[in-house]
């Protein structure tokens, strides 16, 4: 075979994802093979890591149940201006992790850890919260 065939073969070869459909052939299948089905719809084709990408964003980190009782309660703990910036995070070893969405605010969080820390502690004493900590959130 020339190389000017094999161009005439791969342009010729029908695309089935770009081809239209022959619905009078599908009719015709259908009744011959049984099939219950419609015919396939045509999709636009997505890599793999667009369908990761995706599937890997819906999933959530366990939340621990206490610190789920926190974030119901931190805008009456922090006041309602740092809790549009802040939430808490996690417990480790008794230390309550906030997590801050600017560095900005951690400052203001440091100033105030030990009226917010005597609020826990005082409101939650199953907790067992000895010390306050700061993170920044990562994007």
């Known amino acids: 075979m020339s190389s000017g065939s094999l161009i005439w073969l791969n342009e010729s070869m029908e695309q089935p994802r770009y081809s239209r459909k022959n619905?009078?052939?599908?009719?015709?299948?259908r009744v011959?093979?049984?099939?219950?089905?419609?015919?396939?719809p045509q999709r636009d084709m997505k890599s793999v890591g667009e369908i990761l990408k995706d599937v890997v964003s819906d999933f959530e980190q366990p939340v621990?149940?206490?610190?789920?009782?926190?974030?119901?309660?931190?805008?009456?703990?922090a006041g309602p201006q740092i809790a549009k910036h802040s939430e808490p995070g996690y417990i480790k070893d008794r230390a309550l992790v906030v997590i801050v969405d600017h560095p900005g605010w951690i400052p203001e969080l440091e100033r105030m850890k030990r009226p917010l820390l005597l609020k826990i502690q005082s409101s939650y004493?199953?907790?067992?919260?000895?010390?306050?900590?700061?993170?920044?959130?990562?994007n």
């Open 23 to 29: 619905q009078s052939r599908w009719a015709i299948d």
């Open 32 to 40: 011959r093979y049984h099939l219950s089905k419609p015919m396939a």
């Open 64 to 77: 621990q149940e206490y610190v789920v009782v926190l974030r119901n309660a931190w805008e009456r703990l």
């Open 125 to 138: 004493t199953s907790m067992q919260i000895r010390q306050l900590r700061f993170e920044l959130k990562h």
